[in-house]
């Protein structure tokens, strides 16, 4: 089974005359939606735009891994543990914030700064925050998130290129750059497919080259 979410359908949040904006693709603060509040272990997908000097002062979360995609720029991580770092496009971020950690999110960067977050449901609640980047990171390299029972997939594909989806009970397709064919879908920037035990599907680059972010999970 798949489900197809198109750009247009996602929430829109953050505060534009501060700078930044935000497109929430699950049920998000105001926008309770109770038929979307996650998919398998994935609880957010948003696509943040921060312009420069904008950004999340600190603020607390816990019992939830989340896992940062820089699109464009640069973003400027601090958190409560003594981590301050610059992730850039290419690196995968994880704070896993276990029983509770506080983090600060920015644009300090000149140029303006996009990046997907998404956050997920670990299987068991509590134990001590932790951090990592690791830097460039390969297609042919899945991000494991074992805490999450989950796998991240990085897929960057050249015109007319193919690639497999994972089977798996779940698995969610946010499309970052450039268009891809699913299933006789067409999906563009900020599109998203959610797919229920899928078997031998694949994705299919348009015209131009394309960047697809893969989550493969149990049900």
Known sequence: MIGVWRAGERY???EAR???ETWHAFSFGGHYDPDNIRFGALLACNEERLAPGAGFDEHPHSHTEIVTWVVEGELTHRDS???ATVVRPGDVQRLSSAGGV???ERNDAPGPLVFVQMWLAPLEPGGEPSYEVVRG???STPYALPAAGAVLHVRR???GERTEVPDAEA???HVVRG???LAGEELGPGDAARITDGEGLELTAGRDRAEVLVWEMSG
Do not use: M, N
Request: proline content about 4%; glycine content about 16%.
């Open 18 to 20: 501060a700078g930044v």
């Open 157 to 159: 594909l050249a015109p």
């Open 171 to 173: 698995a969610y397709i």
């Open 81 to 83: 543990t003594g981590h």
């Open 102 to 104: 506080r983090h600060a």
């Open 179 to 181: 268009e891809v064919a």
């Open 137 to 139: 990171i390969a297609d």
């Open 12 to 14: 829109r949040g953050g």
